[in-house]
């Protein structure tokens, strides 16, 4: 039986090879616009014809335009005929007027041949792969001749873990290269902790792992590492550079800003593997989701949308806040394009993609999804959200029962203005008049018979103007007046001599008009009145029950008190709805055509029953027919395991971009992560660390280095540095010191001194006393203008824009950081200290301290090294033992021989292989 089966499967061979060889010598193949054509014109005609200029009126960018007569009358490109076509004509003269590209390097015969072939062949236009649909493709089978055509497993058959092999196996194969064997088992089980925690493993958890014989032990860790809290922690610190995290404003004054919340909402949504999709909406548009009993969106989601409040607030004085408002739009539309698009969209604001083919316009069409946000670059960041507590929290029951007792469909809008105090108008957009100027950044300020004008205000249905006023003079009066300067009063009030949320009745009135406000303040004329904002409001329900001046006292009191807050989206609706317009040449203050919400025509479009707002962006960019999110998002944590992408630029998939080295294996996995894993990134992440792939060792050979210096082809494991954030969490957790406590407010752990400069606020580096010194990376306080200094040398970003990709560096200064740093100073102390417990002698004392910290015997002309530091470290602090105090600032004991063993230990976490993922 055996032996008719291997009869066939020979038989099988020889068709496959006939065909080959039949098909191979049946002509030459057709010239592909993307890989052949679209390079040539990028490289060569783009500058001058494309989306930044239309030399002569001819453009590449778009189909119609290369088919289109320029300026001189002549087609660029008539399908069919080369000879005929302007381009080619022009390329070839040799008059220097005339001959393209003009002062640029000619094209070779090579590019010219490709060229006029697909001219020829009918210039057949493409889609870049990357703006396709995602179609799944045919894993390659690993059938062969040497295994029976799947009948023995054996060989590449065998060494396949999953489908990511077959892929690797078959890329490899093209380039003449053999997969590397599994590695060790300490190596491994390190690198997968680093990879899915960011933790190194304990030593237990090295000695069980190398001591499971059972077959799925492996798979016993992976879950494990899954499971774990720091797995949540690991995967927020790549998110954050993604989110533009930071604990300040940014900008000059940068000062400090509570976004905590969101940074611990990522961390919660990592560790429950929340869906890829959900956390996506949740983050753009969290405030149109779902509503609780109270007609208010959830806490969490209204905390994940600090996503797109993590853009800077500029506090700079006699800055436009419509300036730095728009900045931030742009800023979001932007960072949402890099994040879950992985295209340049950032060029598009001053003119077409020079590139790719989206128009200027589109730019435009794509931010008016956020432009209708209420933050307007004022100095305290509204809208915020509040989180009351105590007594305050009771007041805020004690409202929302009376409304649900005298008029509950109210509920939702006073619900809505404790929480986030919208709607209202800040002061800053006041027409100032007499005796007016700007308080602190972003407030109106009024003096004794000053003025100032609120423009188009729609008072239909308000009973009630809530304002929030402060000043120093005693008996001022406010006065509203309808319309025009000395028009019908139609509220007045005793301006408190306190800072302060008042409730006063208003005059009804219907319809928009123009209110002037006047200020009376004969006592203290000089004296500012400050108004942060106001807001037209309905009265609260029930005003004719003796309760009530209490449960208005109440409400005005939780809006009064200074609560925990942070910043997060709201979306105006209405009368604070805003227009968009295109911006001439990307200019804010010229504008042009005015534009609705829309997505490029490039991508699938928006379906016809999804609302024109970010919750309908937001759902079209985790849709299926969306070509890039999923791309791009697997492509980011590939590049996260392996240190490349498979697309190499992991923020740019557009035809600048790299080529993806494995585009079938792309495709399969982002197929894989929407389909079968519904957008889990825990079941991602599990299928690559499972491929025998990711187990190879990072040991090489000639072969391998000649034919894949590089690695791309992944004919071995990922040999990659740690991040700045691993590099500290790996020496606090090898020496004992990490702690493990989770969220909160931003931590200061030990830096060197004089690193913040905060000349407005006066804020300083306050050392954290107790575990708090040392909690994970991902905890530390984010200062943008002077982030973490030690981080920072390991290429962490400052945050005040997205960055996709950490570029490695190798610099002297990362060495002077392990070795100076006040942080690492502590952790090769208490190392040395438990080295010191591991055994009698120094060579026992060392070899033991790089096993903590490899997990790897050490070779003796390593241990040599070691020993002869420790020697001469010895020799110094035996001779001056006075020296031992300043190398020994942490513990109790000073001995020589501990400083001898601290500075060797110190050597140690400089070592590259411990800093190394390998």
Known sequence: MVSNKIFI???????????????????????????????????????????????????????????????????????????????????????????????????????????????????????????????????????????????????????????????????????????????????????????????????????????????????????????????????????????????????????????????????????????????????????????????????????????????????????????????????????????WQGTTFACIQCHSHPYDPIPHEDYYKYMAFFNNTRDEDVWDEWPKMRFYKGEDSMRVERVKSWIRQNKPEQLPEVTQFMKVMEPKINAHNFVKGDQSTVLTISYYGVKNNGNARISQVNLTGADNVVMNIATKAENAVLSLHLDKLDGPVISETKVPVRDSVIIAP???????????????????????????????????????????????????????????????????????????????????????AEVKPDVPKLLAPLPGDAPRDRLGLAKWIVSRDNALTSRVIVNRFWEQLFGKGIVETVEDFGSQGAEPTHPELLDWLAVKFMEDDQWSIKKLLKTIVMSSTYRQSSKTDEDKLEKDPYNIWISRGPRVRLSAEQVRDQALACSGLISDKMYGPGVMPPQPDKIWQSPYSGEKWVLSEGEDKYRRGVYTYWKRTAPYPSMVTFDAPSREFCQSRRILTNTPLQALVTLNDPVYLEAAESLAGKMQKRGKTPEQQLAEGYRMLTFQPIEQKNLDVLVKVYKQALNAYKTKPVDADSILAYGKERTPELAALTISANVMLNLDNVITKE
Request: proline share 5%; hydrophobic share 35%; glycine share 8%.
């Open 9 to 339: 499967g020979a038989g099988a061979l020889i068709v496959v090879i006939s065909s080959f060889f039949w098909l191979s010598g049946s002509g030459s193949s057709a010239v592909d616009y993307n890989t052949d054509v679209k390079p040539i014109l990028n490289k060569h005609c783009m500058g001058c014809h494309g989306g930044v200029k239309k030399a002569g009126d001819v453009s590449f960018l778009f189909e119609h335009e290369m088919l289109e007569p320029g300026k001189s009358g002549k087609i660029p490109v008539v399908r069919g005929d080369a000879d005929a076509s302007e381009m080619i004509r022009r390329i070839l003269s040799d008059d220097p007027d005339e001959k393209m590209p003009k002062n640029g390097t000619p094209l070779n015969e090579q590019e010219v041949d490709i060229l006029k072939k697909w001219i020829n062949e009918g210039a057949e236009w493409e889609t870049h792969w990357s703006y396709k649909k995602i179609e799944k493709p045919e894993v390659p089978s690993l059938n062969s001749f040497s295994n029976l055509f799947g009948l023995l497993n054996t060989g590449d058959k065998k060494w396949a873990t999953n489908e990511i092999d077959h892929f690797i196996l078959d890329k490899l194969k093209s380039k003449d290269l053999q997969v590397s064997p599994e590695a060790d088992r300490a190596t491994l089980i390190r690198r997968v902790s680093l990879d899915l925690t960011g933790l190194p493993p304990t030593e237990k958890q090295v000695a069980d792992f190398v001591n499971d014989k059972s077959e799925n032990a492996y798979e016993k860790v992976v879950d494990r590492l899954l499971q774990s809290p720091g797995y949540g922690e690991r995967w927020t610190s790549m998110w954050m550079d993604l989110a533009r995290y930071a604990d300040t404003k940014g900008y000059e004054s940068d000062g400090g800003r509570s976004m905590w919340r969101y940074r611990d909402y990522v961390v919660k949504s990592f560790n429950q593997d929340k869906p890829f999709d959900q956390f996506t909406i949740e983050q753009l548009a969290g405030d149109l989701l779902q509503k609780d009993k109270d007609g208010f969106p959830l806490e969490d989601n209204m905390i994940a949308t600090g996503y797109h409040r993590n853009t800077m607030t500029n506090n700079e004085g006699g800055t436009d806040d419509e300036e730095f408002r728009t900045a931030a739009q742009i800023d979001r539309v932007n960072t949402t394009w890099e994040v």
């Open 506 to 592: 208003l005059v009804k009135t219907l319809g928009k008009h123009d209110i002037y406000l006047t200020l009376k303040s004969p006592k203290a004329p000089e004296e500012w009145v400050r108004i942060t904002w106001i807001s037209f409001q309905k009265a609260l329900p029930g005003s004719d029950k003796p309760e009530y001046k209490d449960i208005l006292a109440d409400y005005a009191t939780v809006l009064t008190r200074q609560t925990e807050s942070m910043p997060v989206i709201w979306e105006g609706k209405g009368d604070f709805a805003r227009k968009t317009h295109v911006f001439v040449r990307g200019n804010w203050m010229v504008k042009g």
